[in-house]
């Protein structure tokens, strides 16, 4: 009788689960969002490796060239890779504008360049572009220009928010045919099209400028002001905390362990908090300050996801310990090859991870312990805090020794990190074999 409500619990909780899963997937604006990110990771690599030449290798204070002064004879390439740091990371509220504009304008089966384009234009015209300089209260200078903080991760979230209400905005009112602008058929259909476009986008541009100077008589700010204030700073704050990171992850381990892909199911949240909290590192570090977040990209691939989500490498190395079993041995030499690229799945539905009540407590109990060990040590300045932005794939040890900019007591860390979620695994494991023997023997 108690199985049997156990069962139904389970059911109707796994039932919950996937319901939540199946909304987080077709919601259009977090796919948009998580794609957005996925699609600039790239850049943000490239504008990471400007910042680690600049900061890191070709400078005489407190880089390489302090070390080995023969380096700063390439100092004379800095201002390139400086340029490379401004035109991606320096430029990331753009980018993003521009591709979840794509993103929403693709799902509303409408052009993704043209809303690209259009969300930029509208997070343009809510930007502030002078500033005026008094003394005594009496206007001095009025100065031309955009601050760089709007273009950078300051203005990140104004502008998925602008992105979104901009696409929608001008999707709803392409459905009104009295809004277009109809030319023969004899002209070409780009051109055609283009006019189509005219007064809808007008239309939204317009509104969504006026908003901005409503906002900016009422409040004496600017839009992004409000939304860095309001919106991304606290979102920051929790998602760069312990327990709020533990939270995230916490949701994303429950999702994979009945089968869904929990990095997919919360990335449309959690991925620009990431990003954010990584770009600010560059930042300081660009600035010549010390980073500050210690929650970011590389720290989540290097204490939550090392092997994969759920430190799937210490599971690996639990198995080749304790295994005894031809098969579990077999699957636990075929997952550790593509677990050194943090590739899980092998294990994840091979051992299997997946409904399986044994292994899911260390899945899930593995990673966040060693999220609050990384956490720990990083507090208490005995892991630097990392600010290189690596791709996901990066190999353990290494993507720690170059996401904190070449210092090895990182890479020291993460493989403590790694042996640790390995004593968390081994008692599951040699209880799951266990558990194997049993079924065989009533079998």
């Keep these: 009788m108690f199985l049997k409500e156990e069962k139904n619990f389970m059911d109707k909780f796994q039932d919950i689960l996937m319901k939540v899963g199946v909304f987080a997937a077709e919601n259009r604006y977090l796919s948009s969002i998580k794609n957005a990110f996925q699609t ?17 290798i ?14 700063m004879n390439l100092s004379f390439l800095n201002p390139a890779f400086n340029a490379l740091n401004f035109a991606t990371i320096g430029c990331i509220s753009v980018a993003i504008t521009f591709l979840v504009g794509g993103e929403i304008g693709t799902s509303r089966k409408s052009s993704p360049m043209f809303c690209g384009l259009l969300a930029v234009v509208s997070l343009l015209t809510v930007t502030q572009t002078s500033l005026d300089i008094k003394a005594g209260g009496e206007l001095i200078q009025t100065v031309s220009g955009i601050f760089t903080s709007s273009l950078g991760s300051q203005g990140l979230f104004t502008g998925m928010i602008v992105a979104i209400v901009a696409v929608e905005l001008f999707c709803g009112l392409f459905k009104l045919d009295k809004l277009k602008i109809k ?7 780009q051109i055609a099209k283009s006019f189509e476009y005219l007064v809808p986008a007008f239309i939204e541009i317009l509104i969504i400028s006026l908003v901005g100077l409503g906002v900016n008589a009422v409040s004496g700010v600017y839009i992004n002001d409000v939304i860095f204030n309001v919106i991304q700073k606290p979102l920051l704050y929790i998602g760069g905390s312990l327990p709020g990171v533990l939270t995230f992850m916490f949701i994303s381990l429950v999702f994979w362990s009945i089968g869904l892909h929990g990095d ?3 990335g449309g949240v959690f991925n620009p908090i990431l990003t954010t909290l990584a770009v600010e590192n560059l930042d300081a570090i660009k600035a010549g300050l010390e980073p500050s977040n210690i929650v970011n990209n590389t720290f989540h691939r290097a204490f939550f996801a090392t092997g ?16 005894k079993r031809p098969e579990n041995k077999s ?6 090859v593509p677990e050194l690229f943090n590739i899980g799945e092998v294990s994840m539905f091979g051992v299997p ?19 609050i060990f990384g956490y720990v040590l990083t507090m208490l300045h005995i892991c630097p805090i990392m600010y290189v932005d690596l791709p996901w794939t990066m190999p353990p040890l290494l993507i720690a020794f170059l996401g904190s900019g070449g210092n090895f007591m990182a890479p020291i860390c993460q493989l403590a990190g790694i042996i640790l979620s390995a004593l968390i695994y081994l008692p599951f494991v040699k209880l799951y074999e266990k558990q194997q023997a049993q079924i065989e023997q009533t079998a």
């Design 353 to 371: 991870i997946v409904m399986n009540p044994t292994l899911i407590i260390p899945f899930i109990l593995a990673p966040l312990v060693t999220v």
């Design 58 to 71: 070709c400078n005489d204070t407190t880089g390489l060239g302090a070390l080995v002064p023969a380096v």
């Design 40 to 56: 600039f990771v790239p850049f943000t690599i490239i504008g990471a490796i400007g910042v680690l030449w600049s900061n890191v």
């Design 331 to 336: 699957i636990a030499r075929i997952a550790l």
């Design 308 to 323: 994969g989500t759920g430190c799937m490498l210490g599971l690996t190395i639990a198995m080749l310990i304790v295994c």
């Design 183 to 189: 030319l023969p058929d004899q002209v070409p259909p």
């Design 264 to 266: 997919n199911m919360i």
